[in-house]
Protein backbone atom coordinates (compact mmCIF):
# COMPACT_ATOMS: atom_id res chain seq x y z
CA UNK A 1 0.00 0.00 0.00
CA UNK A 2 2.09 2.74 -1.38
CA UNK A 3 1.33 5.66 -3.28
CA UNK A 4 2.79 7.39 -6.58
CA UNK A 5 3.90 10.84 -7.73
CA UNK A 6 2.56 13.46 -10.19
CA UNK A 7 3.22 16.70 -11.64
CA UNK A 8 1.27 19.71 -10.60
CA UNK A 9 3.02 22.08 -13.14
CA UNK A 10 7.05 22.09 -12.23
CA UNK A 11 5.75 20.46 -8.56
CA UNK A 12 5.89 16.57 -8.35
CA UNK A 13 3.73 15.72 -4.80
CA UNK A 14 1.96 12.21 -4.18
CA UNK A 15 -0.54 11.02 -6.28
CA UNK A 16 -2.81 11.77 -3.01
CA UNK A 17 -2.73 14.51 -1.01
CA UNK A 18 -4.15 14.73 2.68
CA UNK A 19 -6.24 17.65 3.41
CA UNK A 20 -5.72 18.76 7.54
CA UNK A 21 -8.44 21.41 8.54
CA UNK A 22 -10.37 18.52 10.01
CA UNK A 23 -7.85 17.65 12.94
CA UNK A 24 -8.75 20.65 14.24
CA UNK A 25 -12.19 22.53 13.85
CA UNK A 26 -15.30 22.09 11.44
CA UNK A 27 -15.73 17.77 11.34
CA UNK A 28 -16.68 17.62 15.35
CA UNK A 29 -14.20 16.47 17.99
CA UNK A 30 -10.58 17.34 17.37
CA UNK A 31 -8.17 14.93 18.53
CA UNK A 32 -4.38 16.24 18.34
CA UNK A 33 -2.60 13.14 18.78
CA UNK A 34 -4.68 11.77 16.40
CA UNK A 35 -4.05 14.02 14.22
CA UNK A 36 -0.46 13.46 14.21
CA UNK A 37 -0.62 10.23 14.01
CA UNK A 38 -2.53 10.14 10.73
CA UNK A 39 0.09 12.75 9.31
CA UNK A 40 2.88 10.40 10.31
CA UNK A 41 0.80 6.95 8.79
CA UNK A 42 0.20 9.54 5.38
CA UNK A 43 4.15 9.91 5.25
CA UNK A 44 5.24 6.16 5.16
CA UNK A 45 2.35 5.23 2.57
CA UNK A 46 3.87 8.13 0.60
CA UNK A 47 0.98 10.44 1.19
CA UNK A 48 3.19 13.74 1.37
CA UNK A 49 1.45 16.68 -0.26
CA UNK A 50 -0.56 17.99 2.95
CA UNK A 51 -2.36 20.70 2.93
CA UNK A 52 -3.54 23.30 5.70
CA UNK A 53 -4.24 26.77 5.99
CA UNK A 54 -3.84 29.89 8.65
CA UNK A 55 -7.84 30.01 9.21
CA UNK A 56 -8.06 26.54 10.08
CA UNK A 57 -8.64 26.51 13.79
CA UNK A 58 -7.90 29.64 13.37
CA UNK A 59 -4.08 28.93 13.19
CA UNK A 60 -3.69 25.71 15.10
CA UNK A 61 -3.84 23.31 12.27
CA UNK A 62 -1.29 24.73 10.78
CA UNK A 63 1.02 24.16 14.41
CA UNK A 64 0.06 20.89 14.53
CA UNK A 65 1.08 19.91 10.89
CA UNK A 66 4.19 21.85 11.68
CA UNK A 67 4.55 19.41 14.97
CA UNK A 68 3.86 16.47 12.72
CA UNK A 69 6.37 16.90 10.09
CA UNK A 70 9.40 18.13 12.66
CA UNK A 71 12.05 16.16 11.73
CA UNK A 72 10.41 14.78 8.21
CA UNK A 73 10.53 18.20 6.44
CA UNK A 74 11.87 16.97 3.31
CA UNK A 75 9.91 14.16 2.94
CA UNK A 76 7.08 16.69 2.67
CA UNK A 77 5.39 18.56 0.14
CA UNK A 78 3.82 20.99 2.01
CA UNK A 79 0.26 23.78 1.16
CA UNK A 80 -1.22 26.00 2.88
CA UNK A 81 -3.35 29.27 1.94
CA UNK A 82 -4.02 32.76 3.29
CA UNK A 83 -6.58 34.95 2.86
CA UNK A 84 -9.68 33.97 4.95
CA UNK A 85 -8.62 36.50 7.84
CA UNK A 86 -9.82 35.53 11.13
CA UNK A 87 -8.43 36.80 14.81
CA UNK A 88 -7.81 34.41 17.52
CA UNK A 89 -11.34 33.79 18.75
CA UNK A 90 -12.39 32.67 15.49
CA UNK A 91 -14.20 35.40 14.50
CA UNK A 92 -14.05 35.92 10.70
CA UNK A 93 -13.29 39.59 9.69
CA UNK A 94 -13.20 38.95 5.79
CA UNK A 95 -11.35 38.15 2.68
CA UNK A 96 -7.90 40.05 2.41
CA UNK A 97 -5.69 40.30 -0.59
CA UNK A 98 -3.63 43.60 0.02
CA UNK A 99 -0.16 43.05 -0.61
CA UNK A 100 1.23 43.97 3.37
CA UNK A 101 -1.25 40.85 4.67
CA UNK A 102 0.14 38.65 1.98
CA UNK A 103 3.93 39.18 3.11
CA UNK A 104 2.53 38.92 6.72
CA UNK A 105 0.25 36.05 6.95
CA UNK A 106 3.20 34.19 5.17
CA UNK A 107 5.69 35.42 7.77
CA UNK A 108 3.17 34.01 10.30
CA UNK A 109 2.41 31.11 8.66
CA UNK A 110 6.08 29.88 8.39
CA UNK A 111 6.47 31.03 12.19
CA UNK A 112 3.55 28.86 13.17
CA UNK A 113 4.58 25.29 10.91
CA UNK A 114 8.59 25.57 12.03
CA UNK A 115 9.87 25.70 8.49
CA UNK A 116 11.58 28.15 6.26
CA UNK A 117 9.58 27.84 2.99
CA UNK A 118 6.23 26.76 1.89
CA UNK A 119 6.23 24.36 -1.45
CA UNK A 120 2.68 25.73 -2.24
CA UNK A 121 1.16 28.81 -1.07
CA UNK A 122 -2.87 29.58 -2.13
CA UNK A 123 -5.15 32.86 -2.13
CA UNK A 124 -7.45 30.79 -0.35
CA UNK A 125 -10.15 32.97 -1.53
CA UNK A 126 -10.16 36.12 -4.07
CA UNK A 127 -10.04 39.60 -2.75
CA UNK A 128 -12.70 41.24 -5.01
CA UNK A 129 -11.82 44.66 -3.23
CA UNK A 130 -8.05 44.04 -4.68
CA UNK A 131 -6.66 43.49 -8.11
CA UNK A 132 -4.98 39.82 -8.37
CA UNK A 133 -2.38 41.29 -9.90
CA UNK A 134 -1.29 42.64 -7.00
CA UNK A 135 -2.12 40.20 -4.79
CA UNK A 136 -0.15 37.99 -6.95
CA UNK A 137 2.77 40.26 -7.24
CA UNK A 138 3.31 39.90 -3.55
CA UNK A 139 2.76 36.11 -3.56
CA UNK A 140 6.22 36.43 -6.35
CA UNK A 141 7.81 38.70 -3.51
CA UNK A 142 8.08 35.92 -1.61
CA UNK A 143 9.30 33.35 -4.59
CA UNK A 144 11.85 35.60 -4.97
CA UNK A 145 12.05 35.96 -0.94
CA UNK A 146 12.91 32.08 -0.91
CA UNK A 147 10.11 31.96 1.33
CA UNK A 148 7.83 30.43 -1.10
CA UNK A 149 8.52 28.01 -4.05
CA UNK A 150 5.12 27.24 -5.91
CA UNK A 151 1.74 29.98 -6.09
CA UNK A 152 -1.53 28.71 -6.16
CA UNK A 153 -5.29 29.96 -6.24
CA UNK A 154 -8.24 28.37 -4.37
CA UNK A 155 -11.80 29.13 -6.02
CA UNK A 156 -10.65 31.90 -8.97
CA UNK A 157 -12.64 32.78 -11.88
CA UNK A 158 -11.13 31.80 -15.33
CA UNK A 159 -10.84 35.50 -15.91
CA UNK A 160 -8.78 35.72 -12.60
CA UNK A 161 -6.75 32.53 -13.30
CA UNK A 162 -5.91 34.31 -16.61
CA UNK A 163 -4.91 37.38 -15.24
CA UNK A 164 -2.84 35.97 -12.09
CA UNK A 165 -1.01 33.34 -14.22
CA UNK A 166 0.23 36.32 -16.36
CA UNK A 167 1.49 38.39 -13.11
CA UNK A 168 3.42 35.05 -12.01
CA UNK A 169 3.00 31.46 -13.20
CA UNK A 170 0.56 29.75 -11.10
CA UNK A 171 1.16 26.33 -10.09
CA UNK A 172 -1.90 24.97 -8.90
CA UNK A 173 -5.54 25.88 -8.69
CA UNK A 174 -7.62 24.12 -5.75
CA UNK A 175 -11.14 23.82 -6.03
CA UNK A 176 -14.07 22.03 -5.02
CA UNK A 177 -14.01 18.43 -7.82
CA UNK A 178 -16.19 15.37 -7.52
CA UNK A 179 -18.81 13.13 -8.70
CA UNK A 180 -21.12 15.43 -7.25
CA UNK A 181 -19.03 19.32 -8.14
CA UNK A 182 -18.50 18.78 -11.53
CA UNK A 183 -19.03 22.56 -12.93
CA UNK A 184 -15.57 23.15 -13.21
CA UNK A 185 -15.38 21.28 -16.12
CA UNK A 186 -17.12 23.66 -18.32
CA UNK A 187 -14.56 26.33 -18.24
CA UNK A 188 -11.87 26.30 -15.74
CA UNK A 189 -10.34 22.69 -15.66
CA UNK A 190 -9.86 23.20 -19.89
CA UNK A 191 -8.59 26.70 -19.10
CA UNK A 192 -5.72 25.64 -16.77
CA UNK A 193 -5.42 22.68 -19.42
CA UNK A 194 -4.34 25.09 -21.81
CA UNK A 195 -1.62 26.99 -19.19
CA UNK A 196 -0.39 24.14 -17.40
CA UNK A 197 -1.39 24.93 -14.18
CA UNK A 198 -2.79 21.39 -12.34
CA UNK A 199 -5.77 20.83 -10.38
CA UNK A 200 -5.79 20.48 -6.86
CA UNK A 201 -9.56 19.06 -5.73
CA UNK A 202 -10.81 19.68 -2.46
CA UNK A 203 -13.99 17.93 -0.91
CA UNK A 204 -13.13 14.64 -3.46
CA UNK A 205 -15.61 12.82 -1.46
CA UNK A 206 -18.18 15.31 -1.11
CA UNK A 207 -17.57 16.36 2.26
CA UNK A 208 -18.26 12.66 3.33
CA UNK A 209 -21.02 11.80 1.83
CA UNK A 210 -19.56 9.76 -1.12
CA UNK A 211 -18.16 7.58 1.70
CA UNK A 212 -21.42 5.85 2.80
CA UNK A 213 -20.94 6.55 6.36
CA UNK A 214 -22.85 9.84 6.24
CA UNK A 215 -27.07 9.72 6.89
CA UNK A 216 -29.53 11.38 8.80
CA UNK A 217 -28.41 12.13 12.35
CA UNK A 218 -24.93 10.47 12.15
CA UNK A 219 -23.01 13.90 12.03
CA UNK A 220 -21.71 14.64 15.15
CA UNK A 221 -23.90 17.66 16.72
CA UNK A 222 -20.85 20.41 16.69
CA UNK A 223 -19.95 19.32 13.38
CA UNK A 224 -20.67 22.13 10.74
CA UNK A 225 -22.09 19.60 8.49
CA UNK A 226 -25.04 20.11 10.50
CA UNK A 227 -25.66 23.33 9.32
CA UNK A 228 -27.16 24.94 6.69
CA UNK A 229 -24.00 26.19 4.91
CA UNK A 230 -24.38 22.54 3.89
CA UNK A 231 -27.67 22.25 1.93
CA UNK A 232 -26.64 19.31 -0.07
CA UNK A 233 -26.07 17.33 3.76
CA UNK A 234 -29.38 18.33 5.30
CA UNK A 235 -32.76 17.56 4.79
CA UNK A 236 -34.64 16.37 1.83
CA UNK A 237 -31.55 17.23 -0.10
CA UNK A 238 -29.45 14.96 2.29
CA UNK A 239 -31.96 12.35 1.40
CA UNK A 240 -32.24 12.53 -2.25
CA UNK A 241 -28.32 12.90 -2.68
CA UNK A 242 -27.95 9.70 -0.19
CA UNK A 243 -30.29 7.67 -3.50
CA UNK A 244 -27.28 8.81 -5.64
CA UNK A 245 -24.75 7.73 -3.00
CA UNK A 246 -26.60 4.41 -2.83
CA UNK A 247 -26.04 3.91 -6.59
CA UNK A 248 -22.01 4.40 -6.08
CA UNK A 249 -22.05 1.81 -3.31
CA UNK A 250 -23.29 -0.98 -5.56
CA UNK A 251 -21.07 -0.28 -8.03
CA UNK A 252 -18.50 -0.09 -5.46
CA UNK A 253 -19.61 -3.20 -4.40
CA UNK A 254 -19.28 -5.23 -7.78
CA UNK A 255 -15.30 -3.88 -8.02
CA UNK A 256 -14.40 -5.37 -4.50
CA UNK A 257 -14.21 -1.74 -3.22
CA UNK A 258 -15.67 0.70 -1.14
CA UNK A 259 -17.94 3.59 -1.98
CA UNK A 260 -15.52 6.34 -0.95
CA UNK A 261 -12.02 4.56 -2.87
CA UNK A 262 -14.72 4.22 -5.76
CA UNK A 263 -15.36 8.25 -6.06
CA UNK A 264 -11.84 8.45 -5.29
CA UNK A 265 -11.01 6.62 -8.15
CA UNK A 266 -13.10 8.70 -10.24
CA UNK A 267 -11.07 11.74 -9.49
CA UNK A 268 -7.89 10.11 -9.71
CA UNK A 269 -9.19 8.81 -13.37
CA UNK A 270 -9.88 12.63 -14.58
CA UNK A 271 -6.20 13.12 -15.59
CA UNK A 272 -2.44 12.68 -14.37
CA UNK A 273 -2.33 16.61 -13.16
CA UNK A 274 -5.38 15.96 -11.04
CA UNK A 275 -4.03 15.46 -7.48
CA UNK A 276 -7.17 15.13 -4.78
CA UNK A 277 -6.93 15.53 -1.25
CA UNK A 278 -9.19 14.01 0.69
CA UNK A 279 -9.37 15.35 4.36
CA UNK A 280 -9.28 12.59 7.42
CA UNK A 281 -8.19 12.97 10.58
CA UNK A 282 -7.98 8.79 11.45
CA UNK A 283 -5.76 6.52 10.41
CA UNK A 284 -8.43 4.47 8.99
CA UNK A 285 -9.98 6.15 6.71
CA UNK A 286 -6.76 7.68 5.56
CA UNK A 287 -5.84 3.69 4.78
CA UNK A 288 -9.00 3.61 2.47
CA UNK A 289 -8.71 6.23 0.77
CA UNK A 290 -4.50 5.15 0.05
CA UNK A 291 -6.51 2.22 -1.64
CA UNK A 292 -8.35 3.90 -4.16
CA UNK A 293 -5.23 4.57 -6.04
CA UNK A 294 -5.60 0.56 -6.53
CA UNK A 295 -8.94 0.62 -8.13
CA UNK A 296 -8.70 0.72 -11.67
CA UNK A 297 -11.31 2.53 -13.54
CA UNK A 298 -12.34 1.46 -17.41
CA UNK A 299 -13.49 3.56 -19.59
CA UNK A 300 -17.17 1.75 -19.43
CA UNK A 301 -16.75 2.30 -15.22
CA UNK A 302 -16.43 5.53 -16.03
CA UNK A 303 -19.15 5.64 -18.38
CA UNK A 304 -21.34 3.54 -15.74
CA UNK A 305 -20.57 6.28 -13.04
CA UNK A 306 -21.34 9.46 -14.94
CA UNK A 307 -24.82 7.77 -16.18
CA UNK A 308 -25.17 6.58 -12.25
CA UNK A 309 -24.24 10.07 -10.50
CA UNK A 310 -25.57 12.79 -13.25
CA UNK A 311 -23.77 15.98 -13.61
CA UNK A 312 -27.04 18.07 -12.23
CA UNK A 313 -28.76 15.24 -10.59
CA UNK A 314 -27.29 16.89 -7.16
CA UNK A 315 -29.55 18.20 -5.06
CA UNK A 316 -28.57 21.53 -3.29
CA UNK A 317 -25.77 24.40 -3.46
CA UNK A 318 -22.44 23.03 -2.41
CA UNK A 319 -22.19 26.50 -0.11
CA UNK A 320 -25.12 27.65 1.21
CA UNK A 321 -23.77 31.23 1.07
CA UNK A 322 -21.89 31.44 -2.49
CA UNK A 323 -20.32 35.13 -2.08
CA UNK A 324 -17.16 34.14 -1.25
CA UNK A 325 -16.91 32.00 -4.19
CA UNK A 326 -15.13 34.34 -7.26
CA UNK A 327 -17.38 34.26 -10.02
Same mark, same amino acid.
Not at 222 to 245: I, M, Q
Not at 285 to 305: C, F, K, P, R
Given at each position: ????????????????????????????????????????????????????????????????????????????????????????????????????????????????????????????? %? $??????? #??? /? +????? *? !???? &????????????????????????????????????????????????????????????????????????????????????????????????? %? $??????? #??? /? +????? *? !???? &?????????????????????????????????????????????????????????????
Amino acid at each position: MTIQQRNLGDLTVSTLGLGCMGMSEYYGSADEQQGIDTIHRALDLGVTFLDTADMYGPFTNEQLVGRAIAGRRDEVQLATKFGNERLPDGTRVGINGSPDYVRSACDASLQRLGVDHIDLYYQHR %V $DQTVPIE #ETV /G +AMGEL *V !AAGK &VRHLGLSEASPANIRKAHATHPITALQTEYSLFTRDLEDEILPLIRELGIGLVPYSPLGRGILTGAIAQGTLEEDDSRNSAYFPRLNGEALDANLVL %V $DKVRRFA #EDK /G +ATPGQ *V !ALAW &VLAQGDDVVPIPGTKRVTYLEENVGAADVELTADDLAALDAAVPRDAVVGARYGDMSSIDS
